[in-house]
């Protein structure tokens, strides 16, 4: 197996922590272990007691149980604990696909999301999302025109990165149905759900199809991306053996003190999306501001939810090179669509943090210098 360079990785590997002003991150803010433990006192002495040792395979079973809570109709059997969202998407297509087999990415994604699919000797078709006067938009009609008689996997990130699109129930109720005709699987990367911003309240994945595998994690909504925990949902039972198996093979088991405080978070879970939430909500009014100000240089269409936008650009310079120029001569990181291999002067602006207000101040700085505006 041989895996191309991550380029998103690579760029926040250059940039990430020197870089002081940071526009684009897609994790909500975070916070420290005494902030959470705010959420439920009296959790100082059991953590500082917890024994160091190996924890189950599958994950602690109350941290299990707090997340089968967020799903109308899981059980703690339906859920593995994972090291973030990385890992379990390297496992499951690991277990999922073989060489040959046909996969449909909606795209630009993350790139993991196909790539992993891609080195094990797959065939990869994209289906694009397009942006439209509305905004984003995705074409069920194309998904159904991509199927072939070897399309083994559709995979899904919704709410999307970097675009913010999120598929309503009634159109997530339409892949299942396809998906179901064909015996299709589909695994929908759901690390941004849960801070909607068009109120709109949509099911998991998971929830709806039989073969529907949905991918969760702290880093995201929650904004605890350094506790490195996340799971798979489903109720394919074969899966899960699978999946158990193939974790013998990365981590073995999750971090116990990790597992302690995602769970006391998953049990916060409505308070911390609704701190989070907020945060952006406050950004996304600076952004509007800001983008009123500079409505021939921006198209903005915002997320409908999660923390990130792609905003494309008017400019000639190319904008991977715009965006390098920006960081090294202002220190403001943007990630420019080359980043998601897509072709077009995007970049991805991430809401989610308390310095966001600060940070697009500086780019907008730089825009006045360099005569942009
Ligand atoms: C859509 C998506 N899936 C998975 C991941 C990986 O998450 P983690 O860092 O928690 O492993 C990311 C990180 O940016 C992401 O954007």
């Known amino acids: 197996m041989k895996l191309n360079d991550f380029k998103l990785e690579v760029f926040f590997g250059k940039h990430e922590f020197t870089a002081p002003y940071l526009l684009t991150q897609s994790d909500c803010e975070s916070m420290t272990i005494n902030e959470l433990f705010k959420y439920e006192p009296g959790l100082k002495e059991p953590f500082l007691n917890m024994w160091l040792g190996y924890t189950e395979v599958s994950g602690n079973p109350e941290l299990r149980e707090a997340i089968a809570d967020l799903y109308p109709t899981m059980t703690p059997e339906n859920i593995i604990v994972h090291a973030g969202a990385q890992e379990p998407i390297f496992n499951f297509m690991n277990v999922m696909l073989n060489k040959g087999n046909h996969v449909i990415t909606q795209f630009p994604v993350y790139q993991s999301l196909f790539e992993v ?89 998971a929830d709806c199809y039989e073969k529907g595998i949905s991918l969760g994690v702290m880093s995201k909504s929650y904004g605890l991306s350094g506790l490195r925990i996340g799971w798979v949902a489903t109720k394919d039972a074969d899966l899960i053996e699978k999946l158990i198996k193939m974790k013998h093979y990365t981590s073995i088991c999750s971090s116990g003190p990790s597992e302690f405080l995602a769970a006391v978070a998953l049990k916060h879970s409505d308070e911390i999306l609704r701190r989070n939430l907020n945060i952006i909500k406050q950004n996304l009014k600076t952004a509007d501001d800001f983008f009123q100000r500079h409505p021939q240089l921006f198209v903005f269409n915002k997320p409908m939810a999660g923390p990130v936008a792609f905003i494309k650009m008017n400019i000639k310079m190319p904008v991977d090179q715009f965006c390098n120029k920006l960081v090294e001569e202002k220190g403001v990181l943007l990630l420019p669509a080359e980043i998601y291999s897509y072709e077009g002067q995007y970049v991805r602006m991430g809401f989610g943090r308390k310095s966001f207000a600060k940070s697009l101040a500086k780019f907008e700085e730089y825009l006045i210098e360099k005569q942009y505006v």
């Open 117 to 205: 699919a891609n080195s094990i000797g797959c065939e990869v078709s994209k289906w694009n999302l397009k942006q439209t006067e509305k905004g984003w938009q995705m074409n069920i009609e194309e998904l159904k025109e991509l199927i072939k008689p070897n399309t083994r996997l559709i995979v899904l990130n919704s709410p999307n990165n970097p675009t913010g699109y999120a598929f309503r129930k009634e159109e997530i109720e339409a892949i299942a149905e396809i998906a179901r005709n064909h015996n299709i699987y589909v695994f929908c990367d759901e690390v941004y759900k849960g801070i909607e911003l068009d109120n709109i309240k949509r099911p998991w994945f």
